[in-house]
């Protein structure tokens, strides 16, 4: 079965430093969505991406927030200057239709110091 | 603006025993409900959806749960759990919008014990 892949699998950063994470959605998939985990608390959504460009997005993914689809088949995910409170794993998902049940990836662990 | 309460953060279970997990969410119009599973190191996974018709939805390793619209419910249930279901549940929520939008619960963490 096809899947979202998710690299690196756990980064660690200094804080004020820039981040990319990276995920490659399944390959006929056209939306594209970020979400996060803070340790402890709810899987929260950050950003849906469709048709290169953002259709939605939270009151989290502030300026410091970036989405790209910079070929046919990489989703990044840029946070420009880190905060300690950005520390979350971070979970990829794409979907084929608007209306499918979305595949999420095995998440990102982002640690900033 | 949609939120998703479970109420139970961690249940354990011996196996063979019944399954049922609360999930109650707030919002006043037409919601589509979801089950998410994420076993240890893995990815989430639906285990079943509801977006209309009959309440009471069957899902992948003999989950089910029941939209009870009444209680604003939707709670998860199995009949015989193995130590094979130990992981974390999440109960999410969609308001059916053009964009796909999940608002997640907590989350509830079951441990099976052999």
């Known amino acids: 079965e096809p899947e979202v892949t998710q690299t690196p699998s756990h980064q660690v950063t200094q804080m004020g430093q820039e981040v990319i994470l990276r995920c490659v959605p399944i390959?006929?998939?056209?939306?594209f969505y970020w979400y996060r985990q803070i340790l402890g608390q709810k899987v929260e959504f950050l950003v849906s991406?469709?048709?290169?460009?953002?259709?939605?997005k939270s009151e989290i993914f502030d300026d410091q927030f970036s989405v790209e689809r910079p070929d046919g088949s990489n989703f990044t995910l840029k946070i420009r200057s880190t905060k300690l409170e950005d520390s979350a794993m971070y979970f990829c998902?794409?979907?084929?239709?608007?209306?499918?049940?979305?595949?999420f990836g095995n998440g990102t662990r982002l640690t900033v110091t | 603006a949609q939120s998703v309460s479970q109420h139970n953060h961690h249940v354990i279970l011996s196996e063979a025993a019944s399954l049922e997990l609360g999930c109650n969410y707030s919002?006043?119009?037409?919601?589509?409900l979801f089950w998410y599973v994420q076993y240890p190191g893995q990815h989430l996974q639906l285990l079943l959806k509801y977006f209309s018709g009959d309440p009471l939805v069957k899902g992948i390793k003999g989950f089910e749960a029941e939209f009870i619209k009444s209680k604003f419910s939707f709670n998860l249930r199995k009949p015989s759990v193995q130590w094979s279901d130990t992981a974390e549940y999440f109960c999410a929520v969609n308001s059916g919008g053009s964009n796909y939008k999940l608002t997640f619960g907590k989350g509830t963490l079951l441990t099976v014990n052999p």
């Open positions: 998902a794409s979907s084929g239709q608007n209306d499918s049940p979305l595949h």
């Open positions: 991406f469709y048709n290169n460009e953002i259709s939605e």
């Open positions: 919002y006043g119009g037409t919601v589509n």
């Open positions: 390959s006929n998939h056209l939306y």
